[in-house]
Structure formats: C-alpha cells, structure tokens
C-alpha cells in the first residue's frame, strides 16, 4: 500500500427499527455526518477470507437489516440514504418512536412444588386464582401480631401468567422463551433474569435438573438454536467483541476446543465436574424456521458477580503452587479471601491444596461507535457497558456448548459454592451471542449482524437476619442485597422517567415540550451503583426484550421476603423496554488482532469541464481511516487516561463504601427495631398479664366486701325483722322469754363467748375480725342491749300527770340493768307516742306501753350501735365541721365513743390508719346512706306497724 488515501473520521449512527411480524418499519438517525466511512471490500469470492488491507486505522462496521426488510433496504444504499437524514430532527423523532414503542417487561411467575416433608410450611400459601393472579396469605397472620407483620394478611398480585407447581420445564420453556429465541436468531436482542429468594427454583429453572424431561430453559435454548441453525453455520472470519462489535479474527480464533476443559483435569475439579448435570440425553426437539440467506454464528461468554466484582467463569484457573503455611493460615476458616484466591481442598490422597486463581474484570462503557449515539447521548447515561476481558467463545454445537457451561458452572462452584454448598451466592450470567451474515456478502463485513440473549441466574435474595451471616457471608449477603436493591431503584426511576416522558408526550400538541427538554429533566437512573445493573444497563436504555421469571416457593417461611419479591415484580412489569430490533446501525470498528484494522475504503468520481473545456472524469479509491487505536488490549477504543480513569476508580470504590455503610446502617437499624418491637411487645405482655392478676384481686376483694356487705345488711335485716315480729305478735312475748334462734346465738356469743356457730351466719372476713366495726361486733351490741330485758320483768311505774317520765329513776327495780343515756334517750323520745296512744288506764295497758317503750329503746340502741358500725365503715369522708386531731387510737376510740363527731384519727409514724384500711378493703361503695339511717330510725320510732316500714327502709 504505496498511498493510503486519509480522510477525515467520523462516524454515522444509525437506528433503524423494525417491528417484528411485518410492523412498519421506523428508521431513526442518531447522527448524521457529512462523511461516513463505508467500507467496500473487494469481493475475492464467497468462500475466502476477504483480502483485508492491514491498517492502523478502523472502519466502523454497518449491521444489515434482518430478512424482515426487504432486500434492496438490507445494502448499503440504505445507510447512504440514511446518512443524509438531518440529524437533530431525526433524533427527536425517533425518540419519539422509541418512547412509544417500548413494552413493558414481562413477568412470568412460577410456584415451586413442595418436595417433601423437609418444608417447614404443609399449606402453601400462594394460591392461583386465575392464569395471570395470584392471591398471597400471610400464614402466621393468626398467630403473629400484625404489627410485626411487615405484610398485609391477603395480597393479589398480576402476572403476565403464572405457571403451577405441576408446570413441565418443557412448557415453561415454550411459554417464556423460546419467543425470545426467535427474537435471538432473528436479530433482535434479549434479557431473562430469574428473581426469587434461596430455594425457590431459579437455578432448576435456568439450568433444570439431572431427571429426563428436566433440563433447564439454557440448555433446551442451546438445542433450540442449534436445531435451528443445522447447516447454516458461518466461519469464524468475524468475531464479537464488546458489547455490540465485531471484528475481524486474526490468528487462532477463540472457538471451542477440547483443551479448553482441560483445567478439570484436576482430580478434585473432576469430581465437582462430575457432579454437574451434562442434561447429554436431554434434548429439547424444537425447530425454528429461520432465514436460510444467512449463515450463524454462536459464541458464549458465561460470567458471574460476585461481592460486587465480575469473574469470567470461561477464564482459565490458574493453578499456582502450594501456598506457604502463613498464607494459607490466612486464609483458614475463609473459603475465599478478597483477594480472589481459594485454597481448593483436595482429595485426602493428595497433601498439598491446590491454588487457584482469577481476575476480576472492569466494566467499561461502550464506545461511541458500537452504540452509534452521540457524545451528548453517552455522556447522558444511555450507553451500553460491557465487561473488558470477557473471554467469548464460539461453540458450533449444543453438545460443546453445554460443556463449555458446564466448566462454567464448575468455576461457579468451586469459587462461589464452596462457602455454602446449597446456595448461589453470585449472578450468573450466560450470555449468547449470534453473528449473522447474510450469504451473499460474506465479504462485506457491513452485512454483519449481532444480537445477543443473556440469561441471568440471580442470587436468591434474603434477609441476613434470617441466615445468621456474619464476616463474609454478611459481605455476600449485604453484596447480594445490595444489586439486587440497586435493580430495584433502577426500575423505579426508569418507570418514573418513562411516566413523565408519557405524559409530556401525552400532551397537546401545543402544550408539548421538546423531548430533549424533557429528556433532560429526568432522573438519572442508578445503574452504577451495582455491577449487576451496570452490565445489564445496555437492555433497559438500549434494545432488547426482557423477561423476568419470578421464583417463589410457598412453603418457605420467608413470607415477608416473596412479598418483597412480588412487590418487586409488579414494579418490573411497569417498566418498558424497546423490544429487540433487527438494526441497522453503525458497528463498532473492526479491528484485527495485533491493532491493524481495514481502512474504511470508498469510491469516488470527481468530474471537471466546463464551457469552452473539455469534460473529465477521475475515478479515485478513498481509505478513510479512523482514530488511532489506543492500544487497549481489551480493544477499548476510549482513550486512556490514567488520571482520569484512577479518579473514576476512587469514586466508584467511596461510593460503593458509602452504599455499603448505608446498607449494613439500614440492616442494624431495621433488626435493631425489630428487636425494640419484640421487647416491647414481651414487656406489654407481661404488663398485661400483671394487670389481669390485680384486676382478678380486686374482683376477688371486692366481692369480699360485697359478701361482707350483705352479710351486715342481712344481719341487721333480721335484727329488726326480729323485733318487728316480735312487735306485730306482742310486745309482751319478749318479756315471756320466748326466745328464738337469732337471740340464743346472741346469748351465746355473749355470755360464752365466741362460738363455731357463729361464721355461719356471719362469713364475712370482717365479721371475723373481732372489734367494735365487724359484724360480730354489732350483734353483741344489739344482744347487749337486748339482754338486760330478757332477763328481768321491770317494774311497772306510774305515768305521772304531765306524762314526762314514764320511767322516774326511783321506781327502777334494782336487778334491772340501769338504761343506757341513749336508751332513755329513745324512752323519752317514745314517751309522746305512748302518751298519744289510746290510754288505758288499766294495768295490762300500762304494761304494754312499758314494753313498747323498751322495745322502742332497745330497738334505738340497736340502730345506735348499728350506726356506729356504719360510721366506721363509711368509705367516703364528709367534709366535717371541724376535725381534732387524736395522737393515737385509744384517744380516738373513746372520742368516738363520746360520739364524737368530727374526731379523725392521726396514725403514728409506721401505724396504719384505720379508716384507710377499711377504705382500701371496702372500696368506694357506700353501705347505708345517712337518710337511710335516719328512715331507719324513724321507722322504729312509730307504732308496731313500723316493723315492715323498716325492713323497707334497711332493704333500700
Ligand atoms: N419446579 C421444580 N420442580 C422440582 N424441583 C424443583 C423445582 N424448582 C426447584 N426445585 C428443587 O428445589 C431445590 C432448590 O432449587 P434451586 O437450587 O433452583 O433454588 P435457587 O432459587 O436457585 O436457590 P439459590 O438462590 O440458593 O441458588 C432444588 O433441589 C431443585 O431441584
């Protein structure tokens, strides 16, 4: 190459959406330019490699449309024609489209079958009401109190359908996606994730199981494709790199090879590798009908995230030699220490670990070329990112590309699983890639087509109070949390931005603002705050479909965490994706190995002449050439500066610190509530409880009082029941001694004392207790009164004229016990009522009036003593006139019995008082009103008849 034409670089970016099934198709310029670098290889023939110059420059590549287009739009006149687009306009509008043409993600839910009697739940708690909802059942909502209960008893959540226990891997497989096959062999891009918590099924769903019939959707996708694509494969002349690009391959291509599986040569890795499902006799049969013009080609690159850094699991292990004691003393106890290294326990046989080793690698962001958008539009956060190193390897078979993931899947366990054998602790993500080159121009690398389907296998989402971690699981887990938090707020915002982006759509023509105004009002959506959102970014701003499964085992005990899963999923389906498109579109620059890449050749005319001269034409070849590769081995065509890059370094590693304090401060605080919540919640129990027993007291003493209560009132009820029928059968029965049983105890208890026939008449505590304020008390004053009566006649005295002593001092028999003050009291007061009374001047007549008298006395007596009792037993103070203050008991009680109103007694220091006492034992009921007392006594005071009156009034 004598002379290498030169022209100024640059680069024409364009989009050009087709939609699936004969949709119109929508073509869209990002950028237009006013020189684009075509290339226009020579064609040598369809089966040779093209004659390719070597250069330093590289020539942006264009993707051909699909078969969908029609031919004459799949060459290069349509990215000529598309070149001339004006290009902001181009770009408003075909951000117009793209918002409108987006999907929302689907989301398939799929319920786990119970396996056994290993479950912890028998019930499940999800129940399927139709094809697409299903009706969550909090199981401890009876048992727990909600309030500690983060879920609702009964949610519905939609799906866009939902799949049984029962469902076959076969159906599932159908149903979810294979139509994202299709889209794979069709052009168009897609991403299936599997979301769920530990144990729900994702793995069995992404991988499948070692039964027939079992395989997983990877595998049954690997047969599909290559069922498909059976005498159609391509040759390894072009190769991807990066997310979207293609270069040519140089030297030894990157394709399978049974050294490849070497490294499980080991005997250890062996072992592991045996223990994997190969799923060989497990073919799933389907066939797509594909477009037979092309030839494909399949490469795979199978990569995981683990604590927060990306490992290529096709990477080949190192195996290093046997660390010193101090290292791997460092290392015990820590199945993998940050530093990526693992000591690989060995068979016994052997005495030395094995050291094995790999490299995490950078997430870069995609060139401007392979994205085709302008710098504006990368700098906003719209482009792709890939994973700088990611070994991706041509496979022309199913059968080697399940080997090759099998290898993959050995590495996954053997660093991920070893620290729990049960669980995946990474997002594994296997990602197919499928080059299609149309037959005809094989040699024009702008007919290059790539698309790409990524599976992805989360790590089952938990809470690390439920797994007890600590040290490094709690690293793991916090990690795990984190992306899969990171996910989360990506959803959100994107379908807050996609909201607003409708809405300002949504408006009235004149109302509508522009869309790049509109655009630049949105949030920035958080994709790199997580690896796994990083790399996953380029589906949610870019192209492609996507497709969550939703693994949920409904025996699990983690309630809260599936409805957290359920939330989530119902968020995912209100984002949109633009679906997979068959693109047209500038290719990142085909470079070949060791940085020579093929100028971007073109033809040219230039043509002279003019009046008076003769025409001319010269027919020239253009090698336009872009910039210089950098020399990145990764083929990154960013410029590198150090500086820069090391400053970007330091804020994704402060802020990933700082996400991390967020988190673990999150989780304290969230188990710290937790924690209050349930001490506080033991502490009202047992206050509660506390409070039951002292209520349960306080019946108890209550009804004491009551008993003792009524015991009084019944027993003051007979008293004047007794007298009362002593008066309505004649006063002189008393006098006769015609005793009945009420009195003969009340003899007994005062002349022989306290008797054992007495608490059955009177149970109450307080008549027990033996002083002047109990029951018993009250009968003996009552008796005491009574007696003197029932022992001795009296004599009969002689009224004197004015009628004022009926009774005169001197005419007292001797024997007679003298009357109390009180009982003359009441003798006087009954005076008037003899005296009104029909006189008989005989002698019975006069007998009569005495006893009537004395009955009347006695029964004063009685009331008196009973009033005492009352008194004392009166629960509420009345506000007294005036109150002396008495030192001590003794004092007070003979105040009282002076009656002394108003006295109050002042305990001593350590002496309890009385009244407070009885106030505490009685409560606040009162016993017998003041009225009552006072009906009471002015019943006794009238005639015989008054006996009835009286039990009214002591009723009441
Ligand atoms: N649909 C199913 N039918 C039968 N068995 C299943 C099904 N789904 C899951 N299992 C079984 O349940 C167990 C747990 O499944 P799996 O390992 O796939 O869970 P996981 O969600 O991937 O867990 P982790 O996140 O911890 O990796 C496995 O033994 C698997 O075989």
Avoid at 216 to 235: A, K, M, Q
Avoid at 545 to 552: E, L
Avoid at 554 to 575: I, K, Q, W
Avoid at 737 to 744: H, L, P, R, V, Y
Wanted: glycine share 6%; net charge negative; aromatic share 4%.
């Amino acid at each position: 190459m004598a002379s290498k034409p030169k022209t100024t670089a640059t680069r024409t970016s364009t989009r050009s959406r087709t939609a699936v099934n004969s949709v119109p198709t929508t073509t869209r310029t990002t950028r237009a330019a006013s020189k684009t670098n075509v290339a226009a290889q020579p064609s040598t023939g369809t089966s040779a490699k093209p004659a390719i110059k070597r250069t330093t420059v590289r020539k942006p590549l264009l993707n051909r449309d699909n078969s969908t287009e029609p031919p004459e739009r799949s060459s290069g006149k349509k990215v000529a024609s598309a070149q001339k687009q004006p290009t902001s306009r181009t770009t408003t509008a075909t951000s117009l489209n793209e918002d409108i043409d987006r999907e929302p993600i689907k989301a398939y839910l799929r319920i786990r079958p119970r396996l056994g009697d290993a479950e912890p739940i028998s019930q499940p708690y999800l129940d399927p009401i139709s094809d697409t909802a299903v009706q969550m059942t909090d199981p401890y909502a009876s048992s727990v109190p909600s309030r500690l209960s983060s879920a609702n008893g009964s949610s519905i959540y939609t799906f866009s359908h939902i799949f049984p226990p029962e469902t076959q891997q076969a159906d599932f497989f159908n149903k979810t996606t294979l139509p994202l096959v299709r889209d794979l062999l069709g052009g168009r891009s897609g991403l299936l994730f599997t979301y769920g918590v530990t144990n729900s099924g994702k793995t069995y769903t992404i991988q499948g199981g070692s039964e027939p019939g079992s395989a997983g959707i990877l595998p049954r996708t690997l047969d599909v494709l290559f069922n498909s694509i059976e005498g159609l494969h391509g040759d390894d002349t072009y190769r991807p790199i990066r997310l979207n690009g293609v270069e040519l391959t140089e030297g030894p291509s990157d394709s399978f090879s049974p050294h490849l599986l070497s490294t499980s040569s080991a005997p250890a890795l062996a072992d592991i590798l045996d223990d994997i499902p190969s799923g060989d006799g497990d073919i799933d049969p389907t066939l797509l009908t594909v477009d037979r013009n092309h030839e494909y080609t399949v490469w795979l690159s199978y990569s995981e995230v683990y604590n927060e850094k990306v490992y290529d699991l096709f990477a080949a292990i190192d195996s290093r030699d046997t660390p010193s004691p101090q290292s791997s003393q460092a290392h015990s106890g820590i199945p993998r220490s940050t530093s990526g290294f693992l000591n690989l326990p060995l068979p016994s046989s052997q005495s030395s670990p094995l050291l094995l080793t790999r490299k995490a690698l950078t997430v870069k962001p995609c060139p401007l070329s392979d994205t085709g958008l302008t710098s504006a539009e990368a700098a906003s956060g719209s482009a792709g990112k890939y994973v700088a190193g990611l070994r991706q390897i041509r496979v022309e078979s199913a059968a080697q590309a399940k080997s090759l993931l099998r290898l993959g899947q050995l590495h996954r366990r053997v660093f991920g699983t070893l620290a729990n054998s049960q669980s995946s602790r990474s997002h594994a993500l296997v990602t197919i890639k499928v080059l299609r080159v149309h037959r005809g121009e094989k040699n024009d690398p702008t007919s290059i087509q790539t698309s790409r389907l990524t599976l992805v296998d989360l790590a089952g989402s938990e809470r690390t109070k439920h797994t007890q971690t600590s040290g490094d699981r709690l690293r793991e887990a916090g990690n795990i949390n984190k992306s899969l938090m990171v996910l989360g707020q990506c959803m959100e915002t994107l379908r807050a931005n996609q909201r607003t982006l409708a809405r300002s759509l949504g408006a009235p023509n004149g109302a509508r603002m522009d869309t790049r105004d509109v655009k630049r009002g949105l949030a920035v959506v958080p994709f790199r705050h997580s690896k796994l959102t990083e790399v996953l970014m380029d589906y949610f701003v870019g192209e492609g479909k996507a497709v969550m499964i939703v693994n949920v085992n409904p025996y699990d005990t983690g309630f809260d965490e599936n409805s957290h899963v359920m939330r989530f999923s119902a968020l995912a389906r209100e984002v949109s994706t633009v679906p997979g498109t068959a693109v047209t579109r500038v290719l990142p620059a085909v470079k070949a190995r060791g940085s020579e890449v093929v100028p971007h050749r073109r033809s040219v005319t230039l043509s002279t002449g003019g009046r008076n001269k003769k025409a001319s034409e010269a027919h020239l070849e253009v090698l336009e050439e872009d910039e210089e590769p950098d020399g990145d081995e990764d083929g990154d065509d960013e410029p590198v500066n150090p500086l820069i890059d090391a400053l970007f370094d330091e804020i994704e590693r402060l802020r990933a610190q700082l996400f991390d304090a967020e988190l673990r401060a999150a989780v304290v605080e969230a188990d710290v509530r937790e924690e209050v919540m349930e001490e506080m919640e033991a502490r009202m129990q047992s206050m509660e409880k506390m409070f039951k027993r002292r209520l349960m007291m306080e019946i108890e003493q209550h009804e004491k009082k009551l008993d003792a209560k009524i015991d009084m009132m019944n027993q003051a009820r007979r008293d004047i029941g007794h007298s009362d029928a002593e008066s309505d059968q004649g006063l002189i029965d008393v006098t006769e001694g015609d005793e009945d049983e009420e009195e003969a105890h009340m003899e007994s208890d005062q002349f022989d004392g306290p008797s054992d026939s007495a608490p059955s008449r009177s149970p109450s505590p307080l008549a027990r207790k033996g002083n002047g304020a109990n029951g018993r008390s009250i009968l003996r004053t009552i008796a005491k009164s009574q007696a003197p009566m029932e022992l001795d006649e009296p004599e009969v005295t002689s009224q004197d004229d004015d009628g004022d002593s009926f009774l005169p001092q001197d005419t007292q028999s001797e024997d007679e016990p003298e009357l109390s003050r009180k009982d003359k009291i009441s003798m006087k007061k009954a005076q008037p009522l003899l005296a009104a009374a029909p006189s008989p001047v005989f002698e019975e007549d006069v007998k009569a009036g005495r006893a009537k008298a004395r009955k009347v006395s006695e029964t004063d007596t009685k009331l008196a003593g009973l009033q005492q009792c009352l008194d004392e037993l009166k629960l509420q103070d009345k506000p007294r006139d005036s109150t002396v203050v008495i030192p001590d008991k003794k004092a007070r009680k003979a105040a009282v019995a002076h009656g002394g109103q108003g006295a109050e007694y002042v305990p001593q220091g350590g002496e309890v008082d009385t009244m407070k006492k009885k106030k505490r034992q009685l409560g606040k009921n009162r016993v017998v009103t003041d009225d009552e007392i006072a009906a009471i006594i002015l019943g006794t005071s009238q005639d015989t008849g008054g006996g009835k009156q009286l039990r009214r009034s002591a009723r009441h």
